[in-house]
């Protein structure tokens, strides 16, 4: 059997026209495989990303614990410090008064008398 020359050209067709379509194919999985692989690459950068600001948040933890037992201290210094200046500031209160009492007395002439 011979083949025709329009039946030749007829098959050729179709296969240019299936490789055509295997090659489009092709070409879309190429893309596809192309856009996970960046997507792939963006995960794993979004990881170790995410590693490197986990690891930030675990050192501010541990830093503000440091801070908040420091700042409980200081605030118990600065407490025991204003009890200190309100005790001071009381006793010269009432050092001023003793000695205005004394002054009261002794000019409204009761110093001076003595015991019969």
């Not at 026209?17 to 996970?36: A, F, I, R």
């Not at 995410?50 to 933890?61: P, Q, S, T, V």
């Amino acid at each position: 059997m011979s083949r025709s020359p329009e039946r030749e050209g007829l098959m050729q067709n179709q296969e240019n026209t299936e490789y055509s379509k295997l090659d489009e194919v092709q070409d879309q999985v190429n893309k596809v495989k192309g856009v996970m692989q960046q997507n792939i690459r963006a995960v794993l950068d979004r990881g170790e990303d995410l590693d490197h600001i986990e690891g930030k948040a675990e050192d501010l933890a541990d830093t503000s614990e440091g801070f908040h037992q420091t700042s409980k201290k200081v605030r118990s210094k600065m407490w025991w410090k204003y009890c200190k200046s309100n005790l001071m500031l009381a006793i010269l209160i009432l050092i001023i008064i003793a000695v205005i009492i004394v002054i009261c007395v002794c000019a409204s002439g009761h110093c001076d008398q003595k015991k019969k």
